[in-house]
């Protein structure tokens, strides 16, 4: 239960970024060069502490390729929400949602998606997911993949 109330804390982040970008337009229009080397960070560093903690070569390519096609990051950020990470989500959801323009609807694909993440990862425990989502996250580094081969 203690599990579940952190995951949704940590998705929190999007929604109080997403608030914050919504009354704060004209900063956000300002510093936008900025958020995106902060996003850089926080997915960087996301990347290293999860490398850390469990270092798994072959799921980390298989977590790229997956990664590749599938480019919702709250899906494989509800996968390792349950930890010390998720003051990491929480503050990647404040640096995402200064970046883009959102309506409700993403808000509740994100939260959906974060939700079906969270549940395989505590169906199915195991170390490994934070090599597979170090490897999916690797995509948020670099932003040059057409839009026609994604999936989601």
């Known amino acids: 239960m203690i599990n579940f109330i952190v995951a949704l804390i940590a998705f929190f982040g999007l929604i109080v970024g997403w608030f914050i970008a919504k009354y704060t337009k004209e900063e956000i ?5 900025y958020f995106k080397w902060l996003h850089k960070l926080f997915v960087l560093v996301l ?3 999860l490398v850390y903690f ?3 070569l072959y799921i980390l390519a298989l977590g ?3 990664g590749y096609f599938i480019r919702q990051s ?3 950020l509800g996968m390792v929400s349950f930890d010390f990470v998720s003051y990491f989500v929480f503050l990647f959801g404040l640096s995402y949602s200064a970046l883009k323009k959102y309506n409700r ?4 694909v994100s939260l959906v998606l974060f939700l079906i993440g969270f549940l395989i990862a505590n169906i199915y425990k195991s170390e490994l997911y934070y090599s597979f989502v ?5 995509w948020r580094l670099i932003d040059v993949i057409p839009n026609k081969f994604r999936i989601i």
């Open 74 to 76: 709250y899906f494989y």
């Open 105 to 108: 609807r993403f808000l509740i």
């Open 64 to 66: 790229t390729v997956v």
């Open 47 to 49: 990347i290293a502490v």
């Open 54 to 56: 469990n270092f798994n």
């Open 29 to 33: 229009k300002d510093g936008k060069k």
């Open 134 to 138: 170090a490897g999916a996250l690797l």
